[in-house]
């Protein structure tokens, strides 16, 4: 049975949770225009696509999107860039795609450049009560400076720069140093997509599709993942289990076939050939 409203089915004993739904397109059907997403993925490795064509195909736009990246032209979350259903990237690392650059420099987009660490730990922290921490990261550049380009004016011009962040002093280890202060992030959904999962919720990721994926789900305010395969509450060994039922709330099986591509293909050439 598909988990709908309380996401309890009622036995003769117990209430029983399950989390699951029917489809991607079920899943997704509540996310408005103008939502904040958090959506796992590095590159195109563990890419919650199922999900993100679902939002395609409903036609959701306006969204402010955080991420490590934004896939590439025609996978990932390059398919709602290309369709420009995006209003706002919070990432660390857009190089891969030409249709991103092309929107951003013509003042289209709006990017929140991000170190990589910071931005996990941002994730991690909003999934955590945590309001904002102190890092080193991006002490004396213009991540702490502000005036990083924003968004373009078209022309050239920067029409929105990054604000001056709060920079402090402290002892760590019996040495002064400066630290920014960096908010915790917190996004409407999450986006996610994991090898194995409960009806709990409870997941399992392969290897390195793991990547962004638990802080990501961590971060959403409603957490709904695509699993390759959906087991029965007790399958999965509590000491395997990556990220616990409590951060997701809606799950969707999309089978093991689910097409998974390479960003970069690198192969060797024989000796001799």
């Not at 924003?150 to 022309?155: E, F, N, S, T």
């Not at 009806?199 to 802080?215: D, V």
């Not at 409590?246 to 390479?262: A, W």
Request: overall charge negative.
């Amino acid at each position: 049975m598909a988990g709908r409203g309380s996401g309890q089915h009622a036995t003769k004993e117990w209430h029983v949770i399950d989390k699951t739904w029917t489809s991607a397109a079920e899943a997704v059907a509540d996310i408005a225009d103008g939502a904040s997403l958090a959506v796992g993925g590095f590159g195109l490795s563990g890419n919650p696509i199922a999900l993100i064509e679902a939002l395609l195909a409903q036609g959701t736009t306006d969204l402010s999107i955080v991420s490590n990246n934004c896939g590439v032209d025609d996978w990932g979350l390059g398919v709602l860039l290309n369709a420009k259903r995006i209003r706002k990237m919070t990432s660390s690392y857009v190089g891969e795609n030409k249709e991103f650059e092309r929107q951003f420099l013509s003042g289209e987009l709006e990017l929140e450049l991000t170190p990589q660490g910071t931005l996990a730990e941002k994730l991690r922290a909003g999934g955590s009560g945590i309001a904002a921490f102190y890092t080193q990261t991006g002490v004396g550049t213009q991540v702490a400076e502000g005036g990083l380009p924003r968004r373009y004016d078209g022309a050239g011009g920067i029409a929105v720069a990054s604000p001056v962040k709060d920079v402090r002093t402290f002892e760590v280890g019996g040495t002064a140093r400066d630290y920014v202060l960096e908010e915790a992030i917190v996004t409407d959904y999450a986006l996610v997509h994991a090898l194995r999962g409960d009806r709990h919720g409870n997941l399992i990721f392969n290897k390195a599709a793991r990547n962004f994926n638990p802080l990501a789900a961590m971060a959403g305010r409603v957490c709904i993942a695509q699993v390759e395969e959906l087991v029965e509450p007790g399958e999965l060994d509590p000491d395997c289990i990556h990220l616990p039922g409590v951060y997701v709330h809606r799950v969707v099986e999309v089978g093991g076939d689910i097409e998974k591509r390479i960003e970069r293909r690198t192969v060797s050439t024989p000796e001799g050939a």
